[in-house]
DNA sequence: TTGTAGGCGTTATCAC
DNA sequence: GTGATAACGCCTACAA
């Protein structure tokens, strides 16, 4: 049998149309007790409303906002490519999709973007930045406005944000460990630590989780002190070149951020003559070309189309507050290696 | 600006809403004059149909069968769940889920089934069984009535499905295979290779995968020929138990079939004394909680949920007429171990 | 061969 | 407070 539509609660309340819309959307003007009335025929029947009807009245477009740093990484790259693609795809689920890029040394310039949406021109707001005072403000204002927000692959845990969407970075910092300790097997060693820079939380949560696992099941290994490159390439090569000749005794390389760009192109000057087992985060045009021509052995990630199509489905629903299947939005830590790529 | 609608075609082309809702759904009784006059008025507006609202008024419900084995094999289990999970969230799609079980020894029983189903009731299926030439017959017939229809998990590549939603087993066999070799190191060893049944394609493609990257990247590790265990507890016992005993030199078990459940059972009893390094396939509550107790060391797995997902959207773009977006429709295959689960 | 009118389930603008 | 009534974008009798 059918499902009920509001005709059938009307019927049923003995009230009209317009009545039960009322009730439906909590307007006012309907006395408590037409309320009651209408509710329980609700209930009765089992009813649910029909998003898609409401969203045809209602000539209803999801206006949703990407908020992303403006940086060289390749991994930013490739998240906005993910973005344009679902952009391309979104023109038959009622949504425009915008980007504000800022630049990723400028949080301010970050906060004077944010000031510009407002709830007439913005259902939701999805970010990737690094948490300050000043963003954490402006989500206050957002959310005062009534505007869904959510936080893009780096959480914004002190802030109002409804909603996470990415992977706990101490657990994929874990699962690189988890794996570097299983390549290397019981023969001792020591492995380097690459990171672009310990300001950001995901790397410092990664290193975190890498070291937890290290300690605890795999001992007989050191792990080194965190080396920052901040994505330089002349710096990497000096210092891992420099690293690799004062300590014979690496046969690990751990690259924490979303950067593996210098450290990929040192290791292909080198043609892997070195028998060093480089684990790293992000699959990008360049971590997937070092996996394919084994100059690194796994690479943690995290599916950006996935984050992205996810991003969209939470912001319209939270706009439209109703729940999310939250198995769907889940973001899985992936690991990839040269076998399953693609 | 906003979306073209029916009715600015109907204007720019000087014709009523009903000859454009002829020409857009290629209905006869249109003069070719004029359809080429829509149809250009469609091209040079840049109309694209707003399938919700079709949908509305069509009181389109997308009926989709799913068919099953009726196996003892968890992973069918977990599968089944994750179709009844998206049952319980698909009362707002449109879309009403059957699912039809066949006994698996009896492919009979199963062509009987799908006999049942016409264009009056059902609008889309998805089978996961082994091809058979019966099958293939009743996949013609389904096809001639115009009923879409997907290869499930196992592909059926003799057939007329439309699509196919799952892995490619010979990559997730190299893929278990490249696991193996790299936990293993240069220890050398040998492997030894539980399969259920050497009937099911996918066993046969994972094997041969795992016999490719075996034999290409680590011909240091012997590779013994598979045992069929029939998800036989007390047969895999016996057989597991006397070729460890028989040869003193083995390191490794790969699990190719879906059903690890009496390897489990039988490595949970030895408490891991044995220092062998344990991959299997498919994420069940009983390869969960190996990796967890580490037991396992990995398992080589396709998402149940994101496949049950896209079998839904493929189906409806299918009955539809429509294009899928393809990035969104890989399943992928996924690395599970005791870090990334869940 | 083409057009008119009404309806799909919901919302919104009026009156009463 | 409440109820007709007309949209929303599309489809489908039934007329013409």
Redesign the interface.
């Known amino acids: 049998m059918a499902?009920p539509t509001v005709n059938d609660i009307a019927k049923a309340a003995g009230v009209s149309l317009a009545t039960v819309d009322r009730v439906l959307n909590a307007r006012p003007g309907v006395r408590e007790k037409t309320v009651a009335r209408v509710n329980s025929a609700i209930e009765q029947l089992g009813y649910?409303r029909?998003?898609?009807?409401a969203?045809?009245a209602r000539q209803r477009r999801y206006r949703l906002v990407f908020v992303l740093p403006d940086m060289p990484a390749l991994f930013v790259r490739t998240l906005r490519d993910a973005i344009n693609?679902a952009i391309a795809?979104s023109?038959?689920e009622?949504t425009d999709v915008r980007i504000l890029t800022f630049p990723n040394d400028n949080p301010h310039a970050l906060v004077r973007s944010l000031r510009e949406l407002g709830a007439d021109d913005t259902d939701g707001v999805a970010i990737f930045a690094p948490e300050t005072p000043h963003l954490r403000d402006a989500i206050v204002r957002l959310k005062a406005e009534g505007i869904p927000v959510v936080a893009l692959v780096s959480d914004l845990p002190n802030t109002e944000r409804d909603h996470f969407i990415g992977v706990d970075n101490v657990?994929?910092g874990?699962?690189a460990?988890?794996?570097m300790g299983?390549?290397l097997?019981n023969?001792g060693g020591s492995v380097m630590v690459l990171v672009s820079s310990m300001q950001a939380r995901d790397n410092v949560e990664r290193r975190l989780?890498f070291d937890q696992?290290m300690a605890e099941s795999f001992p007989e290994i050191e792990v080194l002190p965190s080396l920052e490159n901040h994505d330089n390439e002349d710096l990497t090569a000096r210092v891992v070149t420099a690293v690799l000749a004062e300590r014979g005794d690496i046969n690990g390389i751990y690259s924490v951020g979303h950067g593996s760009h210098a450290l990929v192109d040192l290791l292909r000057g080198y043609g892997r003559r070195s028998n060093i087992t480089v684990i790293g985060h992000e699959l990008t045009d360049v971590t997937r070309d070092a996996l394919r021509d084994n100059l690194m052995?796994a690479v943690?990630s995290q599916?950006v189309?996935h984050i992205v199509?996810s991003a969209l489905r939470v912001l319209r629903a939270k706009s439209d507050g109703l729940d999310i299947?939250q198995?769907?939005e889940?973001i899985?830590?992936?690991?990839?290696?040269?076998?399953?790529l693609?």
């Open positions: 499902r649910v029909d998003v898609t009807a969203n045809l693609e795809n023109v038959t009622r657990a994929a874990r699962t460990g988890f794996l299983k390549f097997g023969t989780g696992v052995d943690i599916n189309g199509r299947v198995s769907q889940r899985r830590i992936e690991i990839v290696v040269r076998e399953n693609v």
